[in-house]
Nanobody, 122 residues
Framework: QVQVVESGGGLVQAGTSLNLSCTFSGLTSDDNAVAWFRQPPGKEREGVSCITWSGVDTIYADPVKGRFTISKDDAKHTSYLDMNNLKPEDTGVYYC???????????????WGQGTTVTVSP
């Protein structure tokens, strides 16, 4: 059974940092593509960042470029999203998605976590 679990969310002030983690288990492959999505209050889910199964390539949505960094540790089956200089508009539920295929920032990933909430106060 595949499990995807996000952690690290919380309430922080604008300008500070927060580091999210996503741990996944039960997958048949050790090399998986991972993407982070978020859903701001009252808005639709949007892609934030992704990393290919090889770990070579990454993509960032324009609003987070230069502030967020995605990485993954295949040995630990964990992905990280380091978020710096947070802004109130970064507030939302952050979801991790995992698959053996690379889907970029499209929500085609097969396995999803339940999300972790990030709230950034002004």
């Amino acid at each position: 059974q595949v499990q995807v679990v996000e952690s690290g969310g919380g309430l922080v002030q604008a300008g500070t940092s927060l580091n999210l983690s996503c741990t996944f288990s039960g997958l048949t492959s050790d090399d998986n593509a991972v993407a982070w999505f978020r859903q701001p209050p009252g808005k639709e889910r949007e892609g934030v960042s992704c990393i290919t199964w090889s770990g070579v390539d990454t993509i960032y949505a324009d609003p987070v470029k230069g502030r967020f960094t995605i990485s993954k540790d295949d040995a630990k089956h964990t992905s990280y999203l380091d978020m710096n200089n947070l802004k109130p508009e970064d507030t939302g539920v952050y979801y991790c998605a995992v698959d053996v295929f690379d889907y970029g920032l499209n929500p085609e990933y097969k396995f999803w976590g339940q999300g972790t909430t990030v709230t950034v106060s002004p």
